[in-house]
């Protein structure tokens, strides 16, 4: 580990807990009536229903396979902080679910917003969401005091789902939005999603990187949940089949680039170098 490593300074649960008190925020609050008129008049809407599409049946998954990691061991600060996150994950459902309501759909019960979206989502998207999450969360459910359950768990949700896949999406989707002009209540408020993410993300390298530096094996733990799963994040870093990708401004090598330099940095800071895979 580089002398730069140790120098890395990361917020611990009780500091992100604070973040969270200052930073609520209502979907409900966010002005969508220009959204509203702008998606009646829009052309091509493939990718941003893609975008969309994804977003909300990624964000049930994250808000309904989450509460055995708050139930899991771990120190009262860092429970609560974790009771924080559930909430954040449930209110960001909401947001997407609202906008499905109110822009893009009728209004209608989540899960026929969920069910709809389903349709278009990728084979890769299903290996990741429905089955290694959720097996990773039964077994953590099932096993509150196992550690490598906890590390795996936090591997795939905080490390794979929320800053590799995530941060990616959310950054060739809004640079593509706030160029051409539109959707502006969306990215207000997935923006705001994205500050959310950032303290979820915090949370999971700090826990990754005490879990490694207090048990080594806890490493290779970290490591076989990549092996396993980066095969699938590479391939649903790809724009849809039929979706015009070019109007994106942004190729498959450079999403699968930017997801690479992110995942590189934060798995030195874990104590996990990639190419120790
Ligand atoms: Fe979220
Ligand atoms: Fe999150």
Redo the contacts with the bound molecule.
């Keep these: 580990m580089s002398d730069a490593t140790h120098e890395v300074h990361l917020h611990d649960p009780q500091m992100l807990y604070r973040h969270w008190e200052e930073s609520q925020w209502s979907p409900w609050d966010i002005d969508l009536s220009n959204d509203r008129e702008q998606w009646a008049a829009m052309e091509d809407r493939s990718l941003v229903v893609f975008v969309l599409g994804s977003l909300m049946v990624a964000e049930e998954r994250?808000t309904t396979k989450f509460s055995g990691l708050v139930g899991a061991d771990g120190s009262e600060e860092e429970i609560t902080f974790l009771a924080t996150?559930q909430v954040?994950?449930a209110r960001?459902m909401q947001f997407y679910a609202r906008f499905q309501d109110e822009v893009v759909s009728e209004p209608a019960l989540i899960a026929a917003h969920v069910q709809r979206a389903r349709q278009q989502v990728s084979p890769a998207f299903q290996t990741i969401f429905d089955d290694k999450l959720v097996a990773a969360h039964e077994r953590l459910c099932a096993n509150p005091g196992d550690r490598a359950a906890k590390v795996a768990f936090v591997t795939i949700y905080h490390l794979i789902l929320?800053a590799t896949l995530?941060l990616t999406t959310f950054e060739f989707s809004t640079r593509f939005m706030a160029r051409e002009g539109l959707l502006a209540g969306f990215v207000e408020g997935y923006t705001k999603i994205h500050h959310?993410?950032h303290r979820?993300i915090g949370y999971g390298i700090w826990f990754l990187r005490q879990a490694v530096a207090e048990s080594p094996e806890m490493g290779d733990v970290v490591r076989q949940t990549l092996r396993e799963l980066l095969p699938a994040v590479a391939e649903s870093l790809t724009p849809p089949a039929g979706a015009d990708a070019s109007v994106l401004g942004a190729s498959t090598d450079d999403l699968r680039a930017f997801a690479l330099d992110g995942l590189t940095r934060r798995l030195k800071i874990v104590g996990v170098p990639l190419d120790t895979l």
């Design positions: 994250i996150q954040d994950e960001h929320e995530g959310d993410e979820h």
